[in-house]
Structures are given as structure tokens and as C-alpha cells.
């Protein structure tokens, strides 16, 4: 418990995109624990920057955690074409004389959804709608992991390690304040072009910022990992600026039920009730009248969709978007108050092996070959003027601010307590004067304006 405590002071939530509280995560007992390390969308390089430069803290963290967890098994797990990755991990084993596994995935898309790696690992499949630990498992990403290093230290999380990747003259890396403005590490990152948008994340399932408007309001939280740039006329720009409307007209006229987007789709393959091809099927009635068992038969499979987005970037031969109507599916289900069953034992499809989608394959069906490089990220550190640090970067529950405008704080002071439930403590990032509060989170300068 102590663990748990230290861990819940310092705010630390899953650094990889989900930001589910870890303190509430690690509250437990499991046969495995994972690290993940497998960078699952392409073009983003901030969990191998991490192995390679950390790689005797991360093994120490992660003895902690396990031991804390009482795992049977730890493992590390990555791509097996992060070679030099590998070597700093293994040494670091080695030196530590660790009992930690290292898993080698192939390179395909989503090996770092940690569904996926569940069963690639342990050959169990997690519960629809459930979590790993209902199958004996804790998965952790790697910045996770180094974060909670600094949690028993006594280390808020106050710094968010992310990269830079897409149209730059290099790829960067970046360790920056939380609540840092996107647009002043652009202003650093030499772009190889003026007019552009923005995917926070990976170019998968990442949050698209397609207009000046949306990258100004926008700040690095905890779980920004990297920030791709491209041309505002991409295909990945204009698809994002589509209205849920359009697409659904678009897929009541064009869908040719090819059931490509069902037989690729990594939940439906570890035996989960997905299957969007009913779903884009069954659009032209959605607005009918229809019995709720009726809704549920043609619907209701979406609430099992991951959105990896695989149906949509690489399945349909049509272009449709079924993601986004499983997206708007979910919300009908929910405006309804309709009620899914859960599939608590769900096997294997065949095809599983066969239906991993190459990376390689990917990057180029998205238009996204001429961005790859192989030159490792350099290190830049950006001290901003001024950080906005929402109250909500987490699952869950906003945190509730516990200073005032006026207030002086140093960085690390607590800013936000948890909320009674699942939420997360939140600390400021900088030395300053608190000049603003609203109902998104707090604005900090470095002096009094």
C-alpha cells in the first residue's frame, strides 16, 4: 500500500494515452506484469528514447512494481526490429541480474494495444469490456513505469517526454512542463513547412487539429506522447474534417459489405463481438422505430470496438468510416439506455496470425512513407513563459483546484486534488504566480502579470 500511496500523491496516471489512474491500477495482485514498450502507432519515437536512455531505472522501477504485485512472470515487451533498444535493456538486466523477461513482437499494427499484447504474451483474451487484470494481467507503458520510479522518490509528475515527428527537418524529442502550449514547441521544431495541422498522437488514433484555432487552445498533458505534423491538405487532415453526417450518408451509399472491416478488426480476432460491417449494414434504419432487441442486434456490437481505426485507414476498399458510425453507434446505445451483454470467455478466431496488418503496409496506405526516417530524435528542453494545465487529464473524474489566482507555487505543488472516485492529483509545472482558474484547469506564468 505504501506503493500505492506514493503513487497517488505524485499523480501518475498510464503515459501512454489512456491516463487511467496507475495508483488505482497497481491496487492489486497479478500473475503477470507487462511492460509496454512496443510504440504502437508508427511515426512516434518516445517509448525507444526512453528504453535506450533509461534502461537501468526502468529495470529497477519495474523489479519494484512486480514485487509490489507479486508477479509470477514480468516481462518487457517490444518490436524485435528495436535492436539497439534491446541490447540497453538486456545489459541492464544483465547488470542488475533482473528476473525480467524481454517478448519480441513482430512489427504489426496494433501490437501495442495491451489487449493485443495480453494475449500475444499469455495466450489469454481479456473479457469484452474488461481489463487485463481480469485475465492475471497489469500492463504498464514504459513512461509510466519511469514515472512511478519518481513517485517513490517523492517526484510529482510535473514533465512529459514527447516526440516531434512527420514534416520536421529532423525528428525531436522533447521534455517539456505539463500544460506547455503545442504551438510554442512547434515554434522550435523546424518544420519543413509553413501551413499545417497537427495529429496529437499517432496518426491512427490520435486528435487531429486541423485548423490554427484547435492547435492554440491545445497543451501537453500526461499523456501526450508525440506530435505529428503534416500538410493541411493530407489525406489524414481533410478525412478528420468530415462530419459524423457526411460519413454516415457516405456509408449508406457505398458500403459493399465486403466484411473486410469485421475480418480485420483486432477484437473481433481475440473473439470479442465486433462487427462493423452490421453496423455500417443497418445505418438507413437507424432512425426507425425499432424494438431495442432489434437496436441491439444490429448495433450493439460497437460498444466492443477499441477504435484502432484499422476498419477505416487500411480494411474498407470504399474509404468509408467504420470507426466513426461504431463511434456514433455507442452514443445512440447510450442516449437509448441499452444494455450490451458481455462475452466474459471469448476464443481465438481464426485468422489471428493472418490478420496482423504490417506497419510498413500501413504507413503507406496513409500517405505517410516520405515521413520515415531512421535518424534517432535529439533532445531538446523548452522552458515556456507560461503553462495552462487542465483539471482533467485523466480517466475519470476532474481534479478540483486547491489554489487561487494570485497564489504563488513552485513547481511541484499540488494544484488540483483527486476527486472522491477514480481521478488524479495534478502539480504545477512551473515556478510562477497562478493568474488564471476556469472550469478546464489553471493557467500559470512564470512572473506576475
Do not use: W
Amino acid at each position: 500500500m505504501e506503493m500505492v500511496e506514493a503513487i497517488k500523491r505524485a499523480g501518475v496516471v498510464g503515459a501512454g494515452g489512456a491516463g487511467f489512474p496507475t495508483h488505482v491500477k497497481l491496487n492489486a495482485k497479478a500473475e503477470y506484469f507487462l511492460i509496454n514498450a512496443a510504440e504502437c502507432e508508427p511515426l512516434i519515437e518516445t517509448d525507444k528514447y526512453l528504453c535506450r536512455t533509461y534502461p537501468d531505472r526502468i529495470v529497477s522501477t519495474v523489479m519494484q512494481i512486480a514485487e509490489h504485485l507479486g508477479a509470477e512472470h514480468t516481462v518487457i515487451v517490444l518490436k524485435e526490429k528495436y535492436k539497439k533498444e534491446i541490447e540497453a535493456l538486456q545489459t541492464a538486466i544483465q547488470k542488475q541480474q533482473a528476473n525480467v523477461e524481454m517478448f519480441k513482437m513482430k512489427t504489426f499494427y496494433p501490437a501495442g494495444d495491451e489487449q493485443i499484447m495480453v494475449q500475444q504474451v499469455t495466450g489469454r483474451c481479456v473479457p469484452e469490456g474488461g481489463l487485463p487484470l481480469d485475465v492475471g494481467c497489469v500492463v504498464d507503458n514504459v513512461g509510466t513505469v519511469l514515472s512511478i520510479g519518481d513517485a517513490l522518490e517523492g517526484k510529482p509528475v510535473t514533465d512529459k517526454f514527447l516526440s516531434v515527428t512527420g514534416a520536421v527537418q529532423r525528428p525531436l524529442m522533447f521534455c517539456v512542463p505539463i500544460g506547455t502550449p503545442i504551438r510554442r514547441i512547434l515554434e522550435v521544431a523546424d518544420l519543413k513547412i509553413s501551413s499545417y495541422g497537427v495529429i496529437v498522437g499517432g496518426p491512427m488514433m490520435g486528435k487531429a487539429l486541423v485548423g490554427d484555432a484547435a492547435i492554440d487552445t491545445q497543451v501537453v498533458t500526461k499523456t501526450t506522447g508525440n506530435l505529428l505534423v503534416l500538410p493541411k491538405d493530407h489525406y489524414l487532415m481533410r478525412r478528420a474534417a468530415l462530419s459524423v453526417k457526411r460519413m454516415i450518408r457516405q456509408s449508406e451509399a457505398a458500403c459493399i459489405q465486403c466484411r473486410m472491416c469485421t475480418d480485420l478488426c483486432p477484437r473481433y480476432l481475440i473473439g470479442h463481438e465486433v462487427r462493423p460491417n452490421m453496423v455500417m449494414r443497418s445505418l438507413y434504419k437507424e432512425h426507425m422505430d425499432m424494438e431495442p432487441e432489434e437496436y441491439k442486434r444490429c448495433f450493439g456490437s460497437a460498444v466492443n470496438c477499441c477504435s484502432c481505426g484499422i476498419c477505416e485507414m487500411f480494411s474498407c476498399p470504399m474509404g468509408l468510416s467504420p470507426r466513426k458510425m461504431n463511434d456514433f453507434a455507442k452514443r445512440r446505445l447510450r442516449e437509448k439506455g441499452i444494455q450490451v451483454e458481455r462475452n466474459m470467455n471469448p476464443q481465438v478466431r481464426s485468422g489471428l496470425e493472418h490478420g496482423k496488418i504490417p506497419t510498413e503496409r500501413l504507413i503507406a496506405r496513409l500517405g505517410l512513407s516520405q515521413y520515415v526516417t531512421h535518424t534517432l530524435p535529439e533532445l531538446k528542453e523548452l522552458e515556456p513563459d507560461m503553462c495552462f494545465i487542465p483539471v482533467s487529464q485523466h480517466i475519470g473524474k476532474p481534479a478540483k483546484p486547491v489554489v487561487q489566482p494570485g497564489s504563488r507555487i513552485q513547481k511541484g505543488d499540488l494544484v488540483a486534488a483527486a476527486a472522491d472516485g477514480i481521478s488524479a492529483n495534478i502539480h504545477s509545472s512551473l515556478d510562477g504566480v497562478v493568474s488564471e482558474i476556469t472550469d478546464r484547469g489553471i493557467r500559470i506564468c512564470r512572473k506576475e502579470e
